[in-house]
């Protein structure tokens, strides 16, 4: 596995990062939960049942926290989806067989603009039989679902591998902001590894990619699972 930080991450902050960021921006008080004003169309801070599980506690940890301490929590985040699934809540028809040992522990999560989990997905290829059922697909399906649509702008999608061909085409046709991903696949990359589909200056949406966070921690799953 390559150990260098991302070759080119380009814009590694570049293009401002995502609405997060300009949140955080703001003025203190109109960042806490507690104080903030609840803006029209959007979720109530602190409201638990409304975005689902961890979103509120995601909120209220974004405050204060910079760029990359945030992509790590939500790494964390989609480790755990790669490990025990997407839970619950996100993904029903998928959350009761939980994770299958054959397939390849890979886990997705997408964040909405305000750091609300929108949706998980984790590869279930092999349970699914889908050969387009990687974990990034999937979750950028639900996202969309929930959402309404399929324009997913100002959205981040967090992963545990670097994406492929496949995921990598889905994520710019949905129109994602930001892609943070963990560790590098020098086998099927292309978000820098063997392609560089989400920065390919032909394409008309080039999301901002953060490659390799939290890289030893993803790739020991990974090589736990091929052992
Ligand atoms: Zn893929």
Redesign the pocket.
Known sequence: MASDPPPSTGGAGLAGGGSAAAGAAEPADATDPALGPVRPGQPTPGAVGRVGPGAAEGLAELDGLGRRQRHELWMRRALQVAVTGPGPVIGPESSEAGPVADDVPVGAVIYGPDGTELAAGRNERELTGDPTA?A??LALRRAAERLGRWRLDDCTLVVTLE??T??AGAIVLARISTVIFGAWEPKTGAAGSLWDVLRDRRLNHRPEVYGGVLEAENSAVLRAFFR
């Open positions: 990687h990034e697909v994406p492929c496949m995921c």
